[in-house]
């Protein structure tokens, strides 16, 4: 298994003044935390050509990079929207089809990858956590960012795999903190890898378990 991650760290921390975004809360953010698809309120974005739909809360909206890069240039140093823009642009050069949505109420960013197929075992999840950890380990002794895993579940039946870890991301420097969401999907033949920051802790799954092949 040889999978490119890409977590998101950095930049993308200096978004979020607690303030502003405790009053700019979005309703998704309280329902997904329900834990019930069924009121989950959002829009379908058709992804391939209209060959799969992923299911996003109400506010988010498909972006370029381009696009992005001026709706964060006000919020990052040079320095900081040069390390995002990288970091989108090498995910995008990755193998497969790439996808970036963004909600401007809440500060939350969306990517999804599209990637070779592979039959996603929970030995795979082992060994990608497992990795992840090693990776953010790294970048903590490198940064001012401390991680802290919140969560990581395999599940599997007949038709979806999915692996999901969450990890809260403090900045104590500069007193900041987001919650980066990382799934390995797979259904239908097909494996995509989605990454969500959100300045708060969310229940996504229901979202991915939306999405249509």
Request: aromatic share 14%; hydrophobic share 40%.
């Amino acid at each position: 298994m040889r999978i490119r991650l890409h977590l998101l760290i950095g930049s993308l921390l200096i978004l979020i003044s607690c303030n502003t975004v405790l009053q700019e809360t979005h309703s998704w953010i309280e329902k997904s935390n329900n834990n019930t698809t069924q009121i989950l309120e959002g829009n379908y974005f058709y992804l391939k050509d209209g060959l799969i739909k992923t299911f996003l809360p109400q506010g988010f909206k498909q972006l370029s990079i381009a696009n992005y890069r001026s709706v964060l240039d006000s919020s990052l140093t040079k320095i900081q929207l040069s390390n995002e823009i990288k970091r989108l642009e090498s995910m995008r050069d990755m193998e497969g089809d790439f996808y970036l949505f963004f909600d401007s109420y809440t500060r939350s960013t969306y990517t999804l990858n599209t990637l070779p197929y592979m039959n996603f075992s929970k030995r795979d999840a082992t060994m990608l956590l497992s990795y992840i950890k090693q990776k953010n380990n790294h970048v903590s002794r490198i940064t001012n960012l401390n991680f802290k895993k919140l969560t990581a579940a395999y599940a599997k039946n007949k038709n979806f795999t999915m692996f999901r870890s969450i990890f809260q991301v403090d900045n104590f420097e500069e007193n900041t903190r987001v919650f980066s969401n990382f799934y390995i999907v797979t259904a239908d033949k097909q494996t995509f890898m989605i990454n969500l920051t959100t300045p708060f802790e969310v229940n996504f799954d229901g979202y991915i378990e939306k999405m249509k092949f």
